[in-house]
């Protein structure tokens, strides 16, 4: 069936990077964008941006730029999101979703905590 | 940026009523691409609904969205064991995407 399956849990020290994976199976990873979407503890959906896998093309939240990097290895049908400067806000579940607009097959998530 | 602002911030019903959610745009929204999801504690969200009106593929015939432009609902006509949970408004209709804040339904 169509899934995503993603990397599991991390724990970083301020300032260093992380980078999520999300593997896709039962469709080809071409077809749709992927998007990152991230969660704090308690909290609500933050739209983080979207990768193309065909074109490699990407969008980004303004509040991530220069920040994040969203990435695809086709041959593989692999998606990653690397967050550089971690800092204690950024601990969260990240979420990848597949879709051009709205986002009909997610990940698992992956908690990434921030801790010295 | 489009703020979408959902109301109420919790509703307390009990399984088998009806729960009427919604989800107001600061701004209007692209093309109504406006989406519903209900997302159950420790899980990943699941899509609903899709451009304000189409329900998604699995997704229920007890969920109705509806609305244009700025202002849109979700319906819920009985309410299920699992539909206990939280739901948020997505507009994708312009960049950046936004969620809302999110509607918690519990059981009275």
């Known amino acids: 069936q169509v899934q995503l399956v993603q990397s599991g849990a991390e724990v970083k020290k301020p300032g260093a990077s992380v980078k999520v994976s999300c593997k896709a199976s039962?469709?080809?990873?071409?077809?749709?964008?992927i998007n990152w979407v991230r969660q704090a503890t308690g909290q609500g959906l933050e739209w983080m941006g979207w990768v193309n896998p065909d074109s490699g093309n990407t969008a980004y939240a303004q509040k991530f730029q220069g920040r994040v990097t969203m990435t695809t290895d086709t041959s593989i049908s692999t998606a990653y999101m690397e967050l550089s400067g971690l800092e204690y806000e950024d601990t969260a579940v990240y979420y990848c979703g597949r879709g051009w607009g709205s986002y009909d097959v997610w990940g698992q998530g992956t908690l990434v905590t921030v801790s010295s | 940026e489009i703020v979408l602002t959902q109301s109420p911030g919790t509703l307390s019903l009990s399984p088998g009523e009806r729960a009427t959610l919604s989800c107001r745009a600061s701004?209007?929204?692209?093309?109504?691409?406006l989406a519903w999801y209900r997302q159950k504690p420790g899980q990943a969200p699941r899509l609903l609904i899709y451009a304000a009106s189409n329900r998604a593929t699995g997704a229920p015939d007890r969920f109705t969205g509806s609305g244009s432009g700025a202002d849109f609902t979700l319906t819920i006509s009985r309410l299920e064991p699992e539909d206990f949970a939280v739901y948020y408004c997505?507009?994708?209709?312009?960049?950046?995407?936004?969620f809302g804040q999110g509607t918690r339904v519990d059981i009275k």
């Open positions: 039962g469709y080809t990873l071409t077809t749709y964008d």
């Open positions: 701004q209007i929204v692209g093309s109504n691409f």
């Open positions: 997505h507009q994708y209709g312009s960049s950046p995407r936004t």
